[in-house]
């Protein structure tokens, strides 16, 4: 029994050659697809599965922050930053000027604006000589800004300041009552429409004056993402053909193809000269050395004596050598016979087991 079961081992590890390619494989070759190693790499969130990839955590680093919000969910992958914010109600900046409603007869000279010390290039858009338009060339902070209107007459007029540069967003009014010179500042002087504040947030804690009020404290926060290195490596063929060799190229083992070289005889054949017969396509007729083979069709051509035309003697090579492949079909006989040779196994454990029961 012992002798039995170690036959039947040693049968599974031959391999099975089908008799035929061994009578006929007289030479072979092995070619290869070549290719070259192409790394598509990224980063992606620690902890996120992302298919096709392989990770290397001691590879990392970390995204960009998010926008501050109210509240960020904590988990291990991820960084997060907490920090005070304070929010202020804050007056629009200004974009543009009227002077209007004087009190009299007016006799300009001049306006000079000015954003803390440095002169402001602004462009008079006015339409009339009764008001006064001034469209400045930047916004700026109404805090910042200087305004010196010369007349040669006393008159009081009224300054009007818009957010925008088309004189639509009223924000700051004051109605100015003057001697021939005066320099205008933004102050409490001037009234403040309901929409000339906006709401802006701040890192820090400002003190509160005229042009803005804290109206809350906040604990905002920020977080961003650990990223691993995530790598994968694809195969770029040379082309869809099987070589020996590609220079520059890698040899991938697990693509090949076994080529054959199989030897194909010829019977030699002499045609002599003789008077053939037209006969139909592909039809078989007798040769001087009884030998039948397939011949085309005969055509007569017009020559003066209408004499049909006659084949040279040829010689036709006896041997050559063609090229075939060889598939991995011993794969599925292996498979099969390891699987009938498993349950026989199995079968003779069971009778022997059964046995050594029953003694």
Known sequence: ??????????????????????????????????????????????????????EDESNSKYSE??????????DDNIEIEYKKKYTYKEIKKVGSIKIHNFSGERDQTGIIVYNGNKKINYKDVSLSWKDIYIQL???YNPSDLLIYPFFKNNVDFTITMFSDFNFQDLILERRVTRSYFINIVIDSNFYVLPNAYIEKTYDIELE?????????????????????YRYKIDKEYYDNNYHTNVEGYKKDYDNFKIYYQ??????????TEKEYIKVPEYQYFEIPIYEYIEVPKYEYIEVEKEVPTKIEPIQIIKKEYIK????????DYKIYIFIIIILVLLFVIYKLFKKCRTN
């Open 65 to 74: 922050y998010s926008e501050w919000q109210d509240n960020c969910e904590v």
């Open 137 to 139: 060339d930047d916004y």
């Open 262 to 271: 199989k030897d194909i005889e010829y019977i030699e054949v002499l045609k």
């Open 208 to 228: 509160d004056n005229f042009f803005r009020s804290k109206i809350r404290e906040d604990t905002k926060c920020r977080y961003r993402n650990i990223l691993t």
């Open 324 to 331: 075939e492949e060889i598939t991995n079909k011993n794969k």
């Open 1 to 54: 029994m012992k002798k039995i079961i170690l036959t039947l081992i040693i049968f599974l590890f031959i391999p099975i050659v089908n008799a035929e390619e061994l009578t006929e494989l007289n030479n072979y070759e092995i070619k290869y697809k070549f290719y070259k190693e192409k790394v598509d790499f990224k980063y992606y969130p620690k902890g996120e599965y992302l298919e096709g990839y392989i």
